[in-house]
C-alpha cells in the first residue's frame, strides 16, 4: 500500500429529506410493487438511468429478508466482558484478534500513520473495526448491495429509516462507485469497512490519488473510516475508552453497545 495519502473529497450530493411515497411491506410478494413506489422517491432524488437500471432489476435478498424476519438472530444480549462478544464475533479468542490486528497495523504502519496524522484517528481503531468488519478483507460480503440495501428499505422495522441508504446506492451506480452486481454485505454494506451507501456518499474519500473514491480499495475505506469518525467529533489525541468523548462518536459507527466496547478494548490492546 502506498505511504503517501492523498485525499479528494467524493462528490456525490445528498439530497434533503423528502416525503416517502413509498410505503413498507409485510410480504415477499409486495416487493415489485414497493420498488414501484420506490422508483418515484429515486427519481425525485435525481437517480439517473444507471440507477434506476439498478433498482428495475434489483431482486428481493432472501438473506436479508430471513434476517429482518427473526429478531431473535439480533442478539439484544449486553456483555459484560468485550472480550466475551470479540471471541464471539470472531468465532475465535479476543487475544487471537488482537494479535493478527496489531500484525496487520502493523505490516501497513505508513498507511496508518499518515491516516491518524491527517484525520486524527489511531490506527488500532481502524484496524479494529476493519477487522470487525470483513476480516481485513478477508470476506467483504456475497451479496448484490442494491438489491439488498432496498429490500431493507422496503421491510417495515427498518423503513423508511434505509430508504436514504437504498437510493444512495443507486446514486453510487450512477456515479460508477458500484454497479448494479456489486456485492457486499446483507444490508447493503459496500467493501472492507461495510459503509451504509448513503454513509460511503457523505464520507468516502479518494486517499490512493487515482481520482476515484473505492470502498473496495482499503485504503479509501479505511480513510473513509477516519473521515467518518472526524466528522462525528473524534478528537485526535485524546483517551477513547468508555464513558469519554471519543467513545461516545464510536455510535456513529455502530450504535451496538457491545460492538463499540468491543472496538475500545482491542484497540486499547493493541495500543498496549
Known amino acids: 500500500m502506498r505511504s503517501k495519502i492523498s485525499l479528494v473529497s467524493a462528490l456525490i450530493l445528498l439530497t434533503a429529506p423528502m416525503a ?3 410505503g413498507c411491506i409485510t410480504d415477499k410478494g409486495s416487493f415489485g410493487a414497493y420498488k414501484n413506489a420506490l422508483a418515484q422517491d429515486a427519481a425525485n432524488a435525481g437517480v439517473g438511468g ?45 487475544n487471537a484478534f488482537v494479535q493478527q490486528a496489531r500484525r496487520k497495523m502493523t505490516q501497513n504502519q505508513n498507511v496508518f500513520d499518515a491516516l491518524e496524522r491527517q484525520f486524527g484517528v489511531p490506527g488500532s481503531i481502524l484496524v479494529t473495526i476493519w477487522g470487525l468488519e470483513t476480516s481485513w478483507g478477508g470476506y467483504l460480503g456475497n451479496s448484490p448491495v442494491v438489491g439488498s440495501a432496498v429490500t431493507l428499505a422496503s421491510y417495515c422495522r427498518r423503513h423508511p429509516r434505509f430508504e436514504p ?24 454494506e459496500l467493501g472492507h469497512m461495510q459503509f451504509l451507501a448513503g454513509n460511503w456518499a457523505r464520507f468516502g474519500v479518494d486517499a490512493t490519488g487515482d481520482g476515484r473514491a473505492d470502498p473496495y480499495n482499503a485504503v479509501d475505506a479505511l480513510a473513509s473510516a477516519a473521515n467518518m469518525l472526524r466528522a462525528n467529533g473524534w478528537r485526535a489525541g485524546q483517551p477513547f475508552g468508555q464513558g469519554t468523548s471519543n467513545f461516545g462518536v464510536l455510535s456513529a459507527w ?15 490492546a493493541i495500543d498496549g
Open 254 to 268: 455502530n450504535d451496538s453497545g457491545n460492538y463499540q466496547r468491543a472496538i475500545a478494548y482491542a484497540a486499547g
Open 50 to 94: 444507471a440507477g434506476m437500471q439498478a433498482l428495475s432489476t434489483a431482486g428481493l435478498s432472501d438473506i436479508t429478508w430471513r434476517f429482518e424476519s427473526r429478531p431473535s438472530s439480533q442478539t439484544g444480549v449486553s456483555y459484560g466482558d468485550p472480550a466475551e462478544f470479540l471471541a464471539k464475533r470472531t468465532q475465535s479468542t479476543a
Open 20 to 22: 416517502h411515497a413509498a
Open 165 to 188: 441508504h437504498a437510493i444512495a446506492a443507486m446514486q453510487l451506480v450512477d456515479r460508477g462507485v458500484i454497479t448494479a452486481n456489486t456485492r457486499g454485505g446483507p444490508s447493503g
